[in-house]
């Protein structure tokens, strides 16, 4: 049974960092492209950041470039996002998806983000 299981959410001031972790079960990330979205209250689904398999290489949405850094750590077969210099924008439930395009049916149930003045 595939799963995902996100974890690292919490309240934290504007400027600040956090590290959100995605377990997976039922698949291996390494074989998968893997993606965190990103949904503000009231919004639609926010792509944030795909790391293909095969070459791992990294694609970032423009409102995250710089900030964040997608990884995965394959003998833990976990996905990870750190975010630097959070901004108020960055308020949200995040969801790490499997696959590198919409409608990302397979994702978990989200970790909320807060971010405050």
């Known amino acids: 049974q595939v799963q995902l299981v996100e974890s690292g959410g919490d309240l934290v001031h504007t400027g600040g960092s956090l590290r959100l972790s995605c377990a997976a079960s039922g698949f291996r990330i390494s074989e998968s492209f893997m993606t965190w979205l990103r949904q503000a209250p009231g919004q639609e689904l926010e792509w944030i950041a795909t790391?293909?398999?095969?070459?791992?290489?990294?694609r970032y949405a423009d409102s995250v470039m710089g900030r964040f850094i997608i990884s995965r750590d394959n003998a833990k077969n976990t996905l990870n996002l750190q975010m630097n210099d959070l901004q108020s924008r960055g308020t949200g439930v995040y969801f790490c998806?499997?696959?590198?395009?919409?409608?990302?049916?397979?994702r978990g149930q989200g970790t909320q983000v807060t971010v405050s003045e």
């Open positions: 998806a499997r696959g590198n395009l919409p409608p990302w049916t397979t």
């Open positions: 790391i293909y398999s095969g070459n791992y290489a990294r």
